[in-house]
């Protein structure tokens, strides 16, 4: 009866481990999928991304939303020279790396949109004056109390063209969208509380506070060194599956962002399985001394009692 009854126990135990590896790899990929989707984060990854392709495809042709932009810049009278020069601008690449993270964000979980603010604005026209100094209102010379001026005048303006911007940009048509819309939908919380039930279970399996420790250490380092080599090949096997077409060089920065926190999760889930593992050996000798001595102790005890 005993021994059938530990059967059972050892049995429900590995279908608890399998239970606490799934949600552990689920906790591994949520995790840097919402790292990365942070819209702070995001805007930095956007700021990196060569923002000329915006305006121009691999083949050096000019797209709609870059006809958009050069010709409302035309419009206030700056050259196509110029306004090459004026995007490569950090300051600029900021602005629209902001817009753009966050209207992606608003597509997939509904995140308010970023419009630059009026300072940001004035910053970036700082920067670039040697272009905008020629421009129509305008003053030869820098002047911050005018330029604010002209850019609270212009600000409608700048909302109105980025949310012209916006049409021709169409994220949700991305394949696979809906996947990183269920991922991010996924509660940490819940996982954690998933996780935290399967411990409890494997200490009442076990009938042990410490034995729970050598069982998940080892579903927790092969979980870390499968999203470690999932973080370096992962983006071959995303490209088999998926094709980004014209969004591939927004997509790619943000890919490589999220493989690359799978693989930092992946790196601590290793040492956590390590760190597991040492304190249960640590745990189990101590334990074990402890019973022994108690046994060198009662022999000693029973002649007396004699």
Known sequence: MKKGLNTLCIFLSVIVIIAFFALEF??????????????????????????????????????????????????????????DSVVKDKSFKKIIGN???????????????????????????????????????FPKDYKQSEIEKIVDENYGNVKYE?????????????????????IMSTKTILIIGGLILCVVLLIALRKSFHRWLKWISIPTIINGAILIVGGFIGKGIINIFANFNKYEFVLNPIIEDIL??????????IILGILALIIYVVIDKATKNSKENKKIIETKEEPEKA
Request: charged share 30%; net charge negative; proline share 2%.
């Open 26 to 83: 689920l906790l591994g990929i949520e995790r840097p999928v919402n790292k990365t989707m942070e819209v702070e984060n995001l805007s930095e990854i956007m700021e990196e991304i060569d923002i000329e392709r915006l305006f121009r495809d691999e083949n050096g042709k000019e797209t709609a939303m870059g006809t958009r932009i050069y010709h409302y810049l035309d419009d206030i009278g700056l050259t196509r020279v110029q306004v």
């Open 99 to 137: 817009y753009l993270g966050s209207m992606f964000m608003n597509g997939v979980t509904g995140t308010e949109v970023i419009y630059p603010k009026k300072s940001e604005l004035v910053n970036f026209i700082h920067r670039n004056y040697k272009h905008f100094q020629n421009v129509s209102k």
């Open 162 to 182: 980025l949310n012209e911007l916006a049409k021709d940009i169409k994220f949700d048509q991305i394949e696979h969208i809906d996947l990183i819309k269920t």
């Open 260 to 269: 690359k926190n799978m693989r930092l999760f992946g790196i601590l889930e």
